[in-house]
T-cell receptor, first 115, second 110 residues
């Protein structure tokens, strides 16, 4: 069964609005979660590391004020795309490490379309 | 961060073994090699990982060269459902990060 869930699976929003994407770890507690972005026909790009109870760590070139990450509990991390623009349209995927330290589980992804 | 190099695409006949190569010449001694695959519009799926020794599970085998500069993922009997993009990833040092390369698009044909 699914280990990581995301909600919504797809969302369409208007330019200038904000949209929140949820990532839930279903089977275990996760002090750390990861957020990736994937443009069509491209690979996954790590955006940030979400840390429970503390600030997220962003990869170089990712705007922390635009992509707000909140990791308020051990099973939930949220990514908010603020003032979304069409260029933010992408596939957003979260992941967590499993209870053994060797496998990272990925969510099913959220497809964001900004019109 | 250790980078990986993979061929952009490969074809394989159904029922035959698919051998997907990966070069990671800058890998450090404590860095693991991971393989994931991604079927269109889905999240990546874990396949296998290894450090030094060859590994096998129900999905695939991983062959790592003695100098650890390259590896090969083997799908022993490819099926049409194995058509996907396969990513060879080096886990970054002591961190929990997985940095994806460009991957190999495997097309299995009847």
């Amino acid at each position: 069964g699914a280990v990581v869930s995301q909600h919504p699976s797809w969302v369409i929003c208007k330019s200038g609005t904000s949209v929140k994407i949820e990532c839930r770890s279903l089977d275990f507690q996760a002090t750390t979660m990861f957020w990736y972005r994937q443009f069509p026909k491209q690979s996954l790009m790590l955006m940030a590391t979400s840390n429970e109870g503390s600030k997220a760590t962003y990869e170089q070139g990712v705007e922390k004020d635009k992509f707000l990450i909140n990791h308020a509990s051990l099973t939930l991390s949220t990514l908010t795309v603020t003032s979304a623009h069409p260029e933010d349209s992408s596939f957003y995927i979260c992941s967590v490490w499993g209870s053994t330290p060797y496998e990272q589980y990925f969510g099913p992804g959220t497809r964001l379309t900004v019109t | 961060d250790a980078k990986t190099t993979q061929p952009p695409s490969m074809d394989c006949a159904e029922g035959r073994a698919a051998n997907l190569p990966c070069n990671h010449s800058t890998i450090s001694g404590n860095e693991y090699v991971y393989w994931y695959r991604q079927i269109h519009s889905q999240g990546p799926q874990y396949i296998i990982h290894g450090l030094k020794n060859n590994e096998t599970n129900e999905m695939a085998s991983l062959i790592i060269t003695e100098d650890r500069k390259s590896s090969t993922l083997i799908l022993p009997h490819a099926t049409l459902r194995d058509t996907a993009v396969y990513y060879c990833i080096v886990r970054v040092g002591d961190t929990d990060k997985l940095i994806f390369g460009t991957g190999t698009r495997l097309q299995v044909f009847p």
